[in-house]
Each structure stands twice: as C-alpha cells, then as structure tokens.
C-alpha cells in the first residue's frame, strides 16, 4: 500500500488550501482514510478522519473550517481547510488505516503566514 499526498504549499492567514492523497495497492473497501498534522518538537496529532461509510471525526481545533471527503472508488481523501490560521503549519500526513494496519504518505508542509 502507498499513499501519495499533495496540495501543500504557503498561505496568508485566512486564506484556504485543498489536499489531496491518493492509495495504492490492496485496499479492502472498508477502511478509515484520514489527515494527521505534526510540527517540530510536538507528537503527530489527528486533524479529521472519514471511514469507508462516510463517518467523520475532527479535531476541536478545526471543526468548522476543514472539511474532510472521500471517493472510494478511486480511493482518495481530501482535505479541504478553509479559514487556515498560523497555527494550522504543520506538515500534514496523509493516513490509512487497514485491518489493523496503519500506512502513511511522506507529508505536505503547509504554512499559512500572519
């Protein structure tokens, strides 16, 4: 299995960015899919996940202004932050949790400037 993500990139403040991440390889159809944020020095922490039927979790901190979506069929998650302020730089990681089995993308650094 592999993840591909991307998307990233420098914001001002209040701005907006759109992540993308693509698996490949053996994907059962019911999985969890999601995006995890880490900065230097802080432990990896979740940003919004979505099952395979569509359920959702989201950090506080985010809740209202990232939307997470999905397309099964092509396996792709999306990450849509809108309202980005300088707190949200971090390198964002793509997630897929399989059978117990957890993979991850090589991150996109997303910055947002005040």
């Known amino acids: 299995v592999q993840l591909q993500a991307s998307g990233g990139g420098l914001v001002q403040a209040g701005g907006s960015l759109r992540l993308s991440c693509a698996a490949s390889g053996s994907i059962s159809k019911i999985n969890r899919m999601g995006w995890y944020r880490q900065v230097p020095g802080k432990q990896r922490e979740l940003v919004a996940t979505?099952?395979?039927?569509?359920?959702?979790n989201y950090a506080d901190s985010v809740k209202g202004r990232f939307t997470i979506s999905r397309d099964n069929a092509k396996n792709m998650v999306y990450l849509q932050m809108n309202s980005l302020k300088p707190e949200d730089t971090a390198v964002y990681y793509c997630n897929l949790h399989l059978r117990s089995t957890q993979y991850w993308g090589q991150g996109t650094q997303v910055t947002v400037s005040s």
């Open positions: 979505m099952t395979s039927g569509y359920s959702t």
